[in-house]
């Protein structure tokens, strides 16, 4: 369950704070609807429950805070928004990536592909789907590890009719697993038809906490809506009749020639105007609101009219009884008929007399009535209560939609489970190969003119490095594929929806540091061959002789790829974007490498000679197959200016970072 206590987010300004002071409890085995109007504070709510906005209170998650959790996506699912993905990856290469986050077995994607209706997309483009796909996979993200609690925020905004009671009917289907539903709405009648408790909230602040029985007897109450040209007439006999009756009946013009009537039945309100001759367009029951935030259910009056069936029960919901009046079909519905027989008796016996009032919120206390766009004309919309036959009420409800069956998450050893996700992310998008491609062919070109003007010496040649460039283009995609390795998570952050912000893991950045290695060296190698090889069918064997020294070479090479490489990755994470993680690379060349260049060429008095061979006196070990030359080559590389830049450039970020994730943690 879900127990919020004292929520109260930081004011801004001399404004009061959008959230104040707000407790409640969702319970598992039942739908919690946090009802309000817009800008009443749902969202901010449920972010200080899910620690994403800084505030006071407290929220326990099966008696457990969210940061006290160590693995949040496991016990809270979170819908907010759309879905936090890649536009160019796939339906099912993003589920598999969460797979892999969230250590679940990675068949668990098609099943979860299969529940919400997605196997024919699967291959389709995130950045392609519509909206109610979109809220389609943003449930099956929320899902997929198997939480216990859901947390959607206006997870129905923008969908049909009948998207919205398939959506409601998954949230049914997992609360009578046991699991615990919190979803936020501003449409009464939505929480009425999806929800077992409705939790109100008004400025901010709770102004109610109750059943969806005594929600819908505070909240909602019946009405007759009238169509009429005599509108003023029709009103005036309305209220002299219900005066000489000694009854309340409240009547409102909302302008035009529509009436809506509280208090009152279609059988009076018909009889009176037949009796005096008044001509009726429209008669039908319906059910009203009380407070702000009242309209139809979303998509409810376009498709009605279009599909008759579009309307009727999904999962546990209610009936759509005329124009939007709410009958509830289904033994597990918290209000039956008889409640809803109740609401269509004449409220107020013990007040006498009768009110007209204009359709103005002011005049009605506040309260806002429904607009004309409530009702939509058609024969069927007058049938009222008659809808609620004993036929209607026997039927047996409609079966529950299935979900997967749960799974025992088997957490795979630490350094497994980010680096299956790392190659996941980067593999899933086609950014990586074409900024491969595009190292390659300019590299390629490069290499081709250098040669042909001259002056170039060969190991510059192969690593197409003009001299008036501060890096090769090689060193330049390197780092622009480990500035993305952080970049795309900032931008698109999969691994956010319940954190807030991409977790600063060292298990997720040695992953990012392993994978952006790799990628690297493989992008140094397939540069150097095909600049060697372009080079041989240009200008012959000449140029593609291998140099003497072709070791230290090569460690410098795969050094300066791999340095520049994990200089983005490192400035990507601290700095939360891909364009400062390609400004770090850029400024070793351009900022660092001349200090260390003035640093090292200041006059000294003694220097490094003979390092090796102290080593191996001091250590006492001989080194094996002349390991002395491969350190004494590792250290001219650190010697060079580039190198020596790198070097200093990577621990500074390296520091930065850690002291970055351990003042997170300590948060």
């Given at each position: 369950m879900i127990q919020a206590f004292g929520l109260t987010s930081n004011s801004r300004k001399d404004l009061p704070p959008a959230v104040d002071d707000v407790s409640f409890e969702a319970r598992a085995g039942r739908v919690t609807a946090l009802l309000g109007a817009t800008g009443a504070g749902k969202t901010t709510a449920l972010r200080l429950m899910l620690e994403l906005e800084q505030g006071r209170g407290l929220t326990y998650f099966r008696g457990r805070?969210?940061?006290?959790?160590?693995?949040?996506?496991?016990?809270?699912?979170?819908?907010?928004?759309?879905?936090?993905?890649?536009?160019?990856?796939?339906?099912?290469?993003?589920?598999?990536?969460?797979?892999?986050?969230?250590?679940?077995?990675?068949?668990?994607?098609?099943?979860?592909?299969?529940?919400?209706?997605?196997?024919?997309?699967?291959?389709?483009?995130?950045?392609?789907?519509?909206?109610?796909?979109?809220?389609?996979?943003?449930?099956?993200?929320?899902?997929?590890?198997?939480?216990?609690?859901?947390?959607l925020d206006d997870p129905t905004e923008g969908l049909s009719t009948r998207e919205s009671h398939w959506l409601h009917g998954m949230l049914r289907a997992h609360a009578a697993q046991g699991g615990s539903v919190l979803f936020t709405t501003s449409e009464p009648k939505e929480a009425a038809r999806a929800a077992d408790h409705v939790v109100t909230l008004e400025q901010g602040r709770l102004v109610a906490d109750q059943e969806v029985t005594e929600f819908a007897r505070t909240r909602l109450r019946p009405r007759v809506t009238v169509r009429t040209p005599h509108a003023a007439r029709l009103a005036a006999l309305l209220a002299k009749e219900a005066r000489t009756a000694h009854r309340s009946v409240e009547v409102v013009q909302e302008g035009g020639n529509r009436l809506s009537v509280y208090g009152s039945t279609c059988a009076d309100v018909g009889e009176t105007a037949f009796r005096h001759g008044v001509l009726v367009h429209q008669l039908a029951d319906e059910i009203g609101d009380m407070g702000p935030g009242a309209g139809p259910?979303?998509?409810?009056?376009?498709?009605?009219?279009?599909?008759?069936?579009?309307?009727?029960?999904?999962?546990?919901?209610?009936?759509?009884?005329?124009?939007?009046?709410?009958?509830?079909?289904?033994?597990?519905?918290?209000?039956?008929?008889?409640?809803?027989?109740?609401?269509?008796?004449?409220?107020?016996?013990?007040?006498?007399?009768a009110?007209?009032?204009?359709?103005?919120?002011?005049?009605?206390?506040?309260?806002?009535?429904?607009?004309?766009?409530?009702?939509?004309?058609?024969?069927?919309?007058?049938?009222?209560?008659?809808?609620?036959?004993?036929?209607?009420?026997?039927?047996?409800?409609?079966?529950?939609?299935?979900?997967?069956?749960?799974?025992?998450?088997?957490?795979?050893?630490?350094?497994?489970?980010?680096?299956?996700?790392?190659?996941?992310?980067?593999?899933g998008i086609g950014t990586g190969f074409l900024t491969g491609a595009a190292v390659l062919v300019t590299s390629a070109l490069t290499a081709v003119l250098l040669a042909r003007v001259g002056h170039t010496p060969q190991a510059r040649l192969l690593a197409a490095w003009p001299r008036e460039l501060p890096l090769p283009p090689a060193a330049l995609g390197a780092g622009l594929l480990g500035a993305l390795a952080f970049g795309d998570e900032f931008r698109h952050p999969a691994l956010a929806a319940d954190r807030g912000t991409v977790p600063r893991r060292l298990g997720l950045l040695t992953a990012k540091l392993v994978v952006a290695a790799v990628t690297a060296l493989a992008l140094a190698f397939f540069v150097v061959g095909c600049d060697a090889e372009v080079l041989y069918l240009v200008y012959g064997r000449e140029l593609t002789e291998v140099p003497a020294d072709w070791l230290s070479l090569s460690a410098s090479w795969f050094g300066l790829v791999v340095g520049c490489a994990w200089a983005g990755v490192l400035a990507a994470g601290i700095f939360r974007s891909t364009t400062a993680g390609l400004a770090a690379v850029v400024s070793v060349p351009i900022l660092v490498v001349p200090l260390v260049r003035k640093a090292l060429d200041g006059g000294s008095v003694r220097a490094a000679a003979g390092?090796?061979?102290?080593?191996?006196?001091?250590?006492?070990?001989?080194?094996?197959?002349?390991?002395?030359?491969?350190?004494?080559?590792?250290?001219?590389?650190?010697?060079?200016?580039?190198?020596?830049?790198?070097?200093?450039?990577?621990?500074?970020?390296?520091?930065?970072?850690?002291?970055?994730a351990l003042r997170s943690r300590v948060r």
């Open positions: 805070p969210l940061h006290r959790i160590a693995h949040p996506s496991r016990e809270v699912g979170v819908l907010m928004g759309d879905v936090p993905g890649h536009p160019a990856r796939t339906v099912r290469g993003h589920l598999r990536m969460l797979c892999a986050a969230a250590g679940v077995p990675v068949r668990r994607a098609d099943e979860m592909l299969e529940v919400v209706g997605l196997v024919s997309l699967r291959d389709e483009r995130l950045g392609t789907l519509s909206r109610g796909m979109d809220r389609r996979l943003g449930l099956a993200c929320a899902l997929l590890p198997d939480p216990h609690t859901l947390v259910f979303p998509g409810e009056a376009a498709e009605a009219a279009q599909d008759p069936l579009a309307g009727a029960t999904g999962p546990e919901t209610g009936e759509l009884l005329g124009d939007g009046a709410l009958g509830v079909a289904g033994p597990e519905m918290r209000g039956g008929p008889a409640a809803h027989d109740d609401f269509a008796s004449p409220s107020g016996s013990h007040v006498h007399g009110r007209v009032m204009p359709a103005d919120p002011e005049a009605h206390g506040g309260q806002m009535p429904h607009s004309s766009r409530d009702t939509h004309s058609g024969p069927a919309e007058g049938s009222g209560h008659a809808a609620l036959s004993p036929a209607t009420a026997s039927r047996a409800p409609v079966p529950l939609s299935p979900l997967p069956p749960p799974i025992s998450v088997r957490s795979a050893p630490s350094p497994l489970r980010p680096l299956r996700y790392e190659l996941r992310r980067a593999a390092l090796p061979a102290r080593l191996r006196e001091v250590l006492l070990l001989q080194w094996p197959f002349g390991g002395e030359r491969y350190l004494a080559g590792a250290v001219r590389v650190v010697a060079q200016p580039v190198g020596g830049a790198l070097t200093l450039s990577l621990t500074a970020l390296l520091c930065a970072y850690l002291l970055t």
